[in-house]
């Protein structure tokens, strides 16, 4: 999905709608937002038509400035949840039915009104709990150095507005740009010049996004350049990530410095979303280690096969410095099928590395169902079958209709006690959650 915000200072004029038509060719934006547009509403129904756009809302101008305009196409489910002079909330819902929340920010550009836009935006972060990200113009700077000239910003106003940023929990996404021309349609001469910043997400971005509603992504639009917002894999994969901790990598010397640097050059976001990319991160250097130290054990014993004829002090020597330096690395392949084997009372160094292969293998094989057995005694093999076999015989089981101890309960059975309705709907207590973790097995 992508998203274009833009300060187009009026969209009255011929030149502006012609670079909003060639934007949408060059860009295709599912979503846009319009800050300054100086026109009413019948006028931004007139430009929705023109630019392909099936749906819009539209704050009109006061006086000879302002004026604000969403707009979405066919494919986004959107409802405006609240609006004003200065902001346009968009409630966006994917396929998958997941929401997420869309704002068109233009902040008061009179410097003694700013305390007012910082006021409107801590109010817009307290009023919803769904993901958020803020699009559009705030006439506010974080840092001086994005300040262009010889005078400096204010330092109350950098302060103030950074204070703002802290207290609702944003963060800011880093900007991506390049120069580029629209030209006539005719002929040879540049009209107008404008620079893109496109402001890219990681290809994981939305799972990071869905798992923690407090993070509030926003872009500031400098020189009143037009800002695209790409969301990249918006829809949840359905073999969601799972991450496994390998003991084995701990004996690895490099995985502490490797994995300690790779936190350190993340940039700086919430504790979640962070402990997420430094787990996959962990899960592709496993991934390649444990190829490497197989291939390390064919290799070794090689080498110790090589030097089993020698008898001269210096072979002996090297001999059984490879043999300890094999011993290593079976301890790093017993470690790792002993976690996954889940036969936690054999210790470390007993060289069972073939047992708990087996046994990893064996509790596949008990968990796996090769086939089953429907009402007429006929064997079901295919997968899409046998779940619907299983379902077709829950549902009998469990309804009125399967005949099952279900309709022999009579009503006061089915009723639970005032004392468990209150143990069931009481909140999880740290002192339970301390519990349940230690009767955890460390692997």
Request: with cysteine; net charge positive.
């Amino acid at each position: 999905m992508n998203v274009i915000g833009w300060h187009c200072r009026g969209v009255g004029s011929s030149c502006t709608v012609r670079v909003l038509k060639e934007m949408m060719i060059s860009h295709k934006p599912d979503i846009l937002f319009l800050s300054e547009t100086l026109a009413v509403s019948n006028k931004i129904e007139a430009l929705a038509s023109k630019l392909g756009f099936s749906n819009f809302f539209s704050v009109d101008k006061q006086g000879r400035g302002r004026g604000l305009a969403m707009f979405w196409k066919h494919n986004v489910v959107g409802n405006v949840f609240d609006s004003s002079n200065n902001h346009i909330d968009l409630v966006v819902k994917e396929r998958n039915g997941s929401e997420w929340r869309l704002t068109g920010f233009y902040g008061y550009p009179e410097r003694g009104r700013r305390q007012e836009s910082w006021n409107l935006i801590r109010s817009l972060a307290s009023a919803s709990t769904l993901p958020w990200c803020v699009l559009g113009d705030f006439n506010d700077l974080m840092h001086n150095d994005e300040k262009k000239g010889r005078h400096k910003h204010p330092q109350n106003l950098l302060n103030g507005f950074r204070n703002t940023i802290e207290d609702c929990s944003l963060i800011e996404v880093d900007l991506k740009g390049g120069d580029f021309t629209w030209e006539k349609s005719k002929g040879t001469t540049n009209w107008v010049q404008e620079r893109l910043d496109r402001c890219f997400a990681s290809s994981d971005w939305w799972s990071r996004f869905s798992l923690c509603t407090l993070t509030i992504f926003y872009a500031i639009v400098s020189d009143h350049e037009p800002i695209k917002l790409e969301l990249v894999n918006t829809k949840i994969p359905s073999n969601q990530f799972r991450f496994r901790f390998e003991n084995t990598w701990l004996k690895e010397s490099s995985f502490h410095e490797e994995v300690s640097s790779f936190w350190h050059n993340l940039p700086p976001m919430h504790l979640l979303p962070k402990l997420i990319e430094v787990s996959k991160y962990m899960a592709k250097w496993g991934r390649e280690f444990f190829h490497k130290f197989r291939k390390e054990v064919i290799r070794q014993k090689e080498i110790i096969d090589s030097l089993k004829n020698r008898e001269d002090d210096d072979g002996v020597q090297i001999y059984f410095y490879e043999k300890d330096k094999l011993g290593d690395l079976l301890s790093h392949e017993e470690a790792y099928w002993k976690q996954r084997a889940k036969s936690f009372w054999l210790k470390d160094g007993d060289t069972n590395s073939k047992y708990f292969h087996v046994t990893t293998s064996s509790r596949k094989k008990l968990k796996f169902l090769a086939c089953l057995k429907n009402e007429k005694g006929s064997l079901v093999t295919n997968h899409v079958d046998m779940c619907i076999l299983l379902k077709n015989y829950f549902t009998k089981v469990f309804t009125e209709d399967g005949g099952g101890p279900v309709s022999t309960i009579s009503d006061s059975e089915l009723r639970i006690t005032s004392d468990q309705n209150s143990k069931l709907t009481e909140d999880l207590s740290f002192t339970e959650f301390t519990q349940a973790v230690k009767t955890m097995h460390p692997n």
